[in-house]
């Protein structure tokens, strides 16, 4: 499915004219059109706005697969921590649970990796999913895609990772990072490598 082919479900799905996803993003009409038909692409700034708006992430945008056109073997065969990230960053965001003492909390999480063979969060010493993480380590976390309507949940334990290659690597796929944790702030800047127990998909 291309990314014209997606625009234009999804704005369907959200109940939104062409005439008026213009008027939201301030382009012409026939822009619009353009975009839905593969003839001309959204610029990057239309991009996020677009996101937003239709509730998806821009990796699902850009990305020709979908996990419902792919073969159903492969929809059914074991996930990787790989794919796992890829379901998640699809989605736009996930979820994270975690529990201390007698008190469960969730939350809202955006930054998430995966080195193939483990998945990685990143979250902020000053918070209390931090303190949470400390006290209890079993944690699960979870992702729904709004456009497939396809849960992902991935159940394990969190630990803090201190490898600077994990490290390297997060920051490269968010850039934001470097501009939220710099010099003194850095030291409150932590990543969470999550050993799955439990992955399911529905």
């Known amino acids: 499915m291309t990314t014209g082919e997606k625009l234009a479900a999804l704005r369907k799905r959200k109940g939104i004219t062409q005439e008026r996803l213009s008027e939201i993003l301030k382009v012409s009409r026939q822009s619009v059109s353009r975009w839905e038909m593969d003839i001309a692409f959204p610029e990057?700034?239309?991009?996020?706005?677009?996101?937003?708006?239709?509730?998806?992430s821009i990796d699902f945008l850009l990305n020709d697969e979908l996990t419902k056109d792919r073969p159903a073997e492969e929809r059914h065969r074991e996930l990787t921590a790989g794919d796992c990230a890829q379901f998640i960053r699809e989605c736009g965001y996930f979820f994270l649970a975690t529990c201390a003492g007698s008190r469960p909390s969730l939350r809202p999480m955006g930054m998430i990796y995966s080195d193939d063979k483990s998945l990685y969060f990143v979250t902020d010493r000053r918070k209390s999913v931090y303190k949470n993480l400390i006290e209890n380590p079993m944690v699960e976390l979870a992702g729904y895609n709004l456009y497939t309507r396809r849960w992902l949940r991935v159940s394990g334990r969190a630990e803090a990772e201190s490898s600077l290659e994990v490290r390297a690597a997060i920051m490269d796929l968010y850039p934001m990072i470097r501009q939220e944790y710099v010099e003194q702030d850095e030291i409150f800047f932590v990543i969470f490598k999550l050993t799955a127990e439990s992955v399911t998909v529905n």
Do not use: A, G, N, V
């Open 44 to 56: 990057t700034d239309k991009l996020i706005k677009l996101s937003k708006l239709l509730e998806c």
